[in-house]
């Protein structure tokens, strides 16, 4: 299970690192192991992990998900009224940000707090209402300022006490000296098979974001801890640092740095080309209402507490159940067992939804939760141990569902994954991935590493490379006065 941030950045004062070293996981891994055997051959326990971004890159610190890099500072292009869909577009006096347009009225179902159009359900910066900010280690989930679903709220702080050597177990329960806290309980032994002790704190450095690859080590920008490697989500791309979906981002329209012009929409990274069937205009992108977690129903309306947008509606994910606004699985969660609120006592855990003192045959205590380590995600083959990279876990070990194809450090969907379309390593440069082949939206060709909308392109009227004179326009493919 995955650990805050904030944990890791406290480790890496903690600690003494070497340096980073070669990742030596380009090439896929055999195929006997599962996919965290292959993991744990390509990024070895004192490797020092390869990152995509963030603080070990040597450049600037990565911005957080949803922000871009607007000179020396990270800013939200759909909310921030002094760089509102660009960098330095400041709205006018009485106008406000929404959705990265400058509007004289925030959009319907959003919040104007001080020029900027937010959803106070889920915005850790105004939870609620106006102002009120969480703390660092919190998330928003429904108004209220909340820790994740695997946390504790202890002594004001969310810990994980299934590592956290403070709280192990329960909070207030600190480990001795020379122990360490491994799923939920202080060991003097050290981490069980597949955890590595960072600073007491038993993790997987192959699916911890706080220790990605190495102790201290913290993924940052929207990239998540894959293998042991940052990587963005397999939707997005990594511009300047940060995560964004290059088909819809209009700063970033078919590629980094790829910006449209003022008013422009990104629909399938193409600039100013009118939104697909299916898809919802919102500010200056292209989105499918019915599955995007930051506009779920409508435009801005975004789903928190681990809630996932299915048919236009937040909902948890399938065998969870939401509680205090955060997704959870009662079945075995010892804070909310078989009913929401119901912990279980110290000394007992959560099996199939009612508090036991012993776990059933068959199943581990992990941390209070007694779970079937030969099936679960988050503790395959062992308490704490989590698939990525959209893995399952079968047989204790984690393995790609028979729908998707094990391309190095993912399980990737080749019919339509740009990264990998039709085969592994097989990036679209341009377009998108359609039925395993890389193609350019209807209307639009490639034309020097974009899609051109050749039809209205001035760039590329009627052909790639031809250029209209200045003060003409193109219109239906051809150069034209205005």
């Known amino acids: 299970m995955r650990t805050r941030i904030a944990l890791g950045i406290a480790l890496m004062t903690a600690l003494s690192m070497v340096a980073c070293g070669d990742d030596g996981a380009a090439g896929t891994p055999d195929a006997g192991g599962g996919l965290h055997a292959g993991m744990d051959a390509a990024v070895g326990s004192d490797a020092g992990a390869p990152t995509d971004g963030g603080p070990r890159d040597g450049g600037p610190p990565a911005c957080d998900a949803g922000e871009t890099r607007c000179g020396a500072t990270c800013v939200r292009l759909d909310d921030d009224p002094t760089s509102c869909g660009a960098c330095g577009n400041a709205c006018a006096s009485g106008e406000v940000c929404s959705l990265g347009v400058c509007s004289v009225a925030c959009d319907p179902g959003l919040t104007e707090c001080s020029g900027a159009c937010v959803d106070v359900g889920a915005d850790v910066e105004n939870c609620g209402a106006c102002g009120n900010a969480c703390r660092a280690d919190q998330l928003c ?39 360490v806290c491994s799923a939920g309980a202080c060991s003097t032994t050290g981490c069980a098979e597949g955890l590595t002790d960072c600073a007491g704190a038993c993790v997987d450095t192959l699916s911890d974001d706080a220790n990605c690859g190495g102790c201290g080590f913290a993924c940052a920008g929207g990239t998540i801890c894959t293998g042991g490697v940052c990587e963005c989500p397999a939707t997005l791309d990594l511009c300047d640092g ?170 990737a969907d080749v019919t339509s994954d740009p ?64």
């Open 419 to 482: 990264h990998h379309c039709g085969a592994c390593e097989n990036e679209c440069r341009v377009g998108a991935c359609e039925a395993s082949t890389c193609a350019c939206p209807a209307s639009t060709m490639p034309c020097d590493g974009v899609c051109a909308a050749v039809q209205r392109d001035p760039m590329n009227c009627g052909s790639c490379g031809t250029t209209c004179a200045a003060g003409e326009r193109c219109r239906m493919g051809a150069c034209e006065a205005p």
């Open 242 to 411: 940060t995560c964004v979906d290059t088909a819809s981002d209009a700063a970033n329209c078919g590629g980094c740095g790829i910006a449209c012009a003022a008013g422009e929409v990104c629909a399938a990274g193409v600039c100013d080309a009118p939104c697909p069937t299916g898809t919802t205009r919102c500010g200056r992108r292209c989105i499918d209402t019915t599955t995007s977690d930051r506009h779920c129903g409508a435009c801005g309306n975004v789903c928190s507490g681990g809630t996932e947008c299915a048919a236009g509606a937040c909902v948890c994910p399938s065998g969870t159940v939401a509680c205090d606004g955060v997704c959870v699985d009662a079945m075995v969660d010892p804070q909310h067992c078989g009913a929401c609120g119901n912990a279980c006592a110290a000394n007992e855990a959560c099996a199939a939804g009612s508090c036991t003192a012993v776990c059933p045959a068959g199943t581990a205590n992990c941390a209070g939760a007694c779970v079937d380590a030969q099936t679960s995600p988050e503790n395959c083959g062992g308490c704490g141990i989590t698939c990525t990279g959209d893995s399952v876990c079968a047989g204790g070990e984690c393995v790609c569902p028979a729908s998707l194809t094990r391309c190095g450090r993912r399980c």
């Open 141 to 179: 989930a429904e108004g209220a300022c909340t820790c994740a679903a695997w946390e504790r709220e202890c002594a004001g702080a969310c810990v994980d006490v299934g590592i956290d050597p403070a709280n192990c177990g329960a909070c207030g329960n600190a480990c001795a000296s020379g122990e």
